[in-house]
T-cell receptor, first 110, second 114 residues
Framework: QKEVEQNSGPLSVPEGAIASLNCTYS??????FFWYRQYSGKSPELIMS????GDKEDGRFTAQLNKASQYVSLLIRDSQPSDSATYLC??????????FGTGTRLKVLA | DAGITQSPRYKITETGRQVTLMCHQT?????MFWYRQDLGHGLRLIYY???????DKGEVPDGYVVSRSKTENFPLTLESATRSQTSVYFC?????????????FGEGSWLTVV
């Protein structure tokens, strides 16, 4: 069974620090990779997508993909209390079956 | 831009009753999905649809039925609700890949089976 693994946390970081969130996946055929943020009681919202090895930056967020190691990460620079949420990693293959991790809870301490 | 709307947002029902959760999207996305989210399990795929009249099972389809007669609608029916189906249900959609096949979620339907 295809799996996506994340540390459930909580990951606590002080305001202004870099938060590093990690995710591993089991299916080497995975083609697309996503990070979603989910506030308590809300639906997941897309933060970033990444499709090729390397880094992709968008504002304070950087996604990193290493297909050889089956590893994807999300860095949040200058973390803010409003970044406190659960972050979901998702992967998909060509068949459009998205597999989600259980999420990492991030707490940014003011 | 309405996006994806789900109804009802909150529902309490009794064991054995039939319940239908509605999902409507305004983007004309080809793909639509139903997920349930439970503590400790994350998001699990119930059913998905690649187009009107094409549906397929996901990871946890037992006890659920879907249909997709129109591209924009993808209702999920619990034929005979059980307490284990108490969960939050998310409908989602994605296009055919032209914009990277990102999946977008509705606001969720909170279902309690008593």
């Amino acid at each position: 069974q295809k799996e996506v693994e994340q540390n459930s946390g909580p990951l606590s970081v002080p305001e202004g620090a870099i938060a590093s969130l990690n995710c591993t996946y089991s299916d080497r055929g995975s083609q697309s990779f996503f990070w979603y943020r989910q506030y308590s009681g809300k639906s997941p919202e897309l933060i970033m997508s990444i499709y090729s090895n390397g880094d992709k930056e968008d504002g304070r967020f950087t996604a990193q993909l290493n297909k050889a190691s089956q590893y994807v990460s999300l860095l949040i620079r200058d973390s803010q209390p409003s970044d406190s949420a659960t972050y979901l990693c998702a992967v998909t293959d060509a068949a459009y079956k998205y597999i989600f991790g259980t999420g990492t809870r991030l707490k940014v301490l003011a | 831009d309405a996006g994806i709307t789900q109804s009802p947002r909150y529902k309490i029902t009794e064991t054995g009753r039939q319940v239908t959760l509605m999902c409507h999207q305004t983007w004309s996305h080809s793909y639509m999905f139903w997920y349930r989210q439970d503590l400790g399990h994350g998001l699990r795929l119930i059913y998905y649809s690649a187009a009107a009249d094409i549906t397929d099972k996901g990871e946890v389809p037992d006890g659920y039925v879907v249909s997709r007669s129109k591209t924009e609608n993808f209702p999920l029916t619990l034929e005979s609700a059980t307490r284990s189906q108490t969960s939050v249900y998310f409908c989602a959609s994605s296009d055919d890949g032209s914009s990277g096949n990102t999946i977008y979620f509705g606001e969720g339907s909170w279902l309690t089976v008593v």
